[in-house]
């Protein structure tokens, strides 16, 4: 067995043998008796203790810690778990094929989904557009998340929140539905709170008609009543929650039995003695994550058990903090504005866009409570919608 500053040394010979195949990693790492994992622990500075838990904050600025040798692509966290953003990097001759293959397509087969389909983009900051009465935009794209990974060939119909959104809510729902019941919708990708909104106005205005065949949930908190809601509607034939996060490779998807499956073979993850989400990423090969937090937490098996759908999985159920922070620059906490008043209890949901800050409830709020939280929020337009129980 080698040394470890034998091992050290070999490493050091990688940036030739990084620009290969996986398999041959693979038996460069068998060569010399060590695992992937080994090879990233001794590679990577910042893991030299590797029995230590990483966390957003050590890396904050540590621009140094990932290995420079690898052919790569820069990756940037988005953030969302704890306001913590740091630079990493994507190994650019595996990263096409587990974003496209061993997430997406799969989940596209799970669910029966046809070769070049139609995917509505219903997510993201890019796609503000609040001085435009543009409300879609069709494209075909080689990004994979917006296309599902459908092998680059899906035609995507971008959503803009547009002008309607940001001063008609209801008619900016109403126009979505609208154009999804005439154009042969196949997936709907969106984060949790527009399946909310999307829920609701479904509901509300009695349309039973079908909008899509899959409603895709990704990277974001969800009620699953809100997506079981509209499958139970008749709006779609299904449901998918899942996630992909190259930070740390903390990779899910749920079945068509709405089993929740985490991808072992693409990540190793365990709770510790909080709940937090700990991973080790088997590909970040260009930056080594080992005993990662991402700012998640979960509840999570080592068990395996055999699902419905054939494969094996462990009990999973992942978690966020639910303390109605709101990030737009400087990380601004909305509970201290509302905690004292009576909206806070029928609060839905918050949602930030620019410098809007629209505040959906089950009940209208009174307007005392209204200037009290404008005036506590002074840098947002506030907005107040109701949301009430159907």
């Known amino acids: 067995m080698l040394s470890q500053q034998e091992l050290i040394g070999k490493a050091s010979e990688a940036s030739q043998v990084m620009k ?3 398999p041959e990693i693979q038996d460069w790492c068998r060569q010399l008796r060590i695992s992937i994992t080994e090879y990233a622990t001794i590679h990577s500075p910042i893991y030299s203790d590797h029995h230590s838990i990483i966390t957003k904050s050590d890396l904050v600025d540590k621009f140094s810690w990932y290995t420079r040798s690898i052919e790569h692509e820069n990756a940037r966290t988005s953030g969302s778990t704890t306001g913590r953003k740091f630079e990493y990097r994507r190994w650019t001759p595996i990263f096409r094929t587990i974003e496209r293959d061993s997430h997406y397509k799969l989940i596209l087969n799970e669910f029966g989904i046809r070769e070049n389909p139609n995917i509505l983009y219903l997510i993201g900051d890019r796609t503000v557009a609040p001085n435009t009465t543009t409300l879609i935009k069709t494209y075909k794209t080689d990004n994979i ?3 599902h990974g459908a092998e680059e060939k899906a035609t995507v119909h971008e959503v803009f929140l547009n002008q309607a959104y940001f001063k008609d809510y209801h008619e900016f729902y109403k126009q979505i539905v609208d ?8 997936v709907i990708l969106a984060s949790g709170s527009i ?3 999307l829920r609701w106005h479904l509901l509300r205005y009695g349309i039973k008609d079908r909008i899509t065949k899959l409603i895709s949930n990704t990277s974001s908190i969800v009620d699953t009543n809100d997506l ?12 998918c929650d899942h996630m992909r996060c190259w930070d740390g490779g903390a990779t899910f998807y749920t079945c068509k039995y709405h089993t929740y499956h985490l991808m072992d073979s693409l990540a190793w993850v365990y709770m510790d003695d909080n709940n937090r989400l700990i991973s080790y990423d088997y590909f970040s090969l260009a930056s080594p994550f080992i005993n990662y937090w991402n700012g998640d937490y979960c509840n999570v098996s080592t068990a395996y058990d055999k699902c419905k759908c054939g494969a094996y999985y462990r009990y999973f159920k992942m978690g966020r903090t639910r ?6 620059g400087n990380s601004i906490h909305i509970r201290s504005a509302i905690a004292d008043l009576d909206i806070m209890e029928n609060v839905k949901r918050v949602e930030v866009v620019n410098n809007m800050l629209r505040i959906v409830s089950t009940k209208i709020s009174k307007e005392t409570d209204r200037q009290h939280i404008r005036k506590s929020l002074p840098r947002f337009q506030v907005q107040f919608v109701c949301e009430e129980v159907l």
């Open 20 to 22: 290969r195949s996986l």
């Open 145 to 147: 998340m917006i296309s």
């Open 179 to 186: 154009y999804a019941r005439v154009n042969d919708i196949d």
């Open 195 to 197: 399946f909310s909104a």
């Open 228 to 239: 079981q809601g509209i499958v139970d509607n008749g709006n779609a034939e299904d449901w």
């Open 323 to 328: 303390d109605m922070t709101v990030r737009s």
